[in-house]
T-cell receptor, first 112, second 113 residues
Framework: ETGVTQSPTHLIKTRGQQVTLRCSSQ?????VSWYQQALGQGPQFIFQ???????GRGNFPPRFSGLQFPNYSSELNVNALELDDSALYLC???????????FGEGSWLTVV | AQSVSQHNHHVILSEAASLELGCNYS??????LFWYVQYPGQHLQLLLK??????LVKGIKGFEAEFIKSKFSFNLRKPSVQWSDTAEYFC???????????FGDGTTLTVKP
């Protein structure tokens, strides 16, 4: 176990709706990153948060947004859901003393 | 821009066969390199990593990888696979000045008992 926990594990949403996914980072980790893993592909970097600020973003539109809280937990919000947003969303945490990221089990999102 | 290419999409081996999974990366700077494994129904787990020093790194479960800087490669090897090695394997690169890790599309390994 990595100590990174995500919720919910599975959810189904309708196109156009909004979704919030949650992540608790491993103890001692102050950096959280989010990845999208579509079927048959590797994880794609969405963004990263460090000390409650976004400090890196991949090629995802602004309707993908996030938050990091003082306890380093994090949320990923996706507005105006599209069918192509159906994927496994992975949260990963790390510390600035170690350049290894540790993944949670992910949240499976299905958009219908 | 960072990119990672894994040459084999699906590899099928019999138990005790040797394994080598290819990984090439593109990045204009110093990188950290990783191999992750995802067993069916489980989360991504770190197999091994290379930051600096000896280019031959050993990981968990008998896996090793060799960093060849001139070839921009970081191939994963195991001398003798087991049925329990059936999983998906991902190579990833992380630039020292970048906040993100870039993953390849993965290689599915099936080991026949």
């Amino acid at each position: 176990e990595t100590g990174v926990t995500q919720s919910p594990t599975h959810l189904i949403k309708t196109r156009g709706q909004q979704v919030t996914l949650r992540c608790s980072s491993q103890s001692g980790h102050n950096t959280v990153s989010w990845y999208q893993q579509a079927l048959g592909q590797g994880p794609q970097f969405i963004f990263q948060y460090y000390r409650e600020e976004e400090n890196g973003r991949g090629n995802f539109p602004p309707r993908f947004s996030g938050l990091q809280f003082p306890n380093y937990s994090s949320e990923l919000n996706v507005n105006a859901l599209e069918l192509d947003d159906s994927a496994l969303y992975l949260c990963a945490s790390s510390s600035n003393r170690e350049d290894t990221i540790y993944f949670g089990e992910g949240s499976w999102l299905t958009v219908v | 821009a960072q990119s990672v290419s894994q040459h084999n999409h699906h590899v099928i081996l019999s138990e005790a066969a040797s394994l080598e999974l290819g990984c090439n990366y593109s990045y204009g700077g110093t990188v950290n390199l990783f191999w992750y494994v995802q067993y069916p129904g489980q989360h991504l787990q770190l197999l091994l990593k290379y930051f600096s020093g000896d280019p031959l790194v050993k990981g968990i479960k008998g896996f090793e990888a060799e960093f060849i800087k001139s070839k921009f490669s970081f191939n994963l090897r195991k001398p003798s696979v087991q049925w329990s090695d059936t999983a998906e394997y991902f190579c990833a690169v992380r630039g020292l000045s970048a906040g993100k890790s870039t993953f390849g599309d993965g290689t599915t390994l099936t080991v026949k008992p």
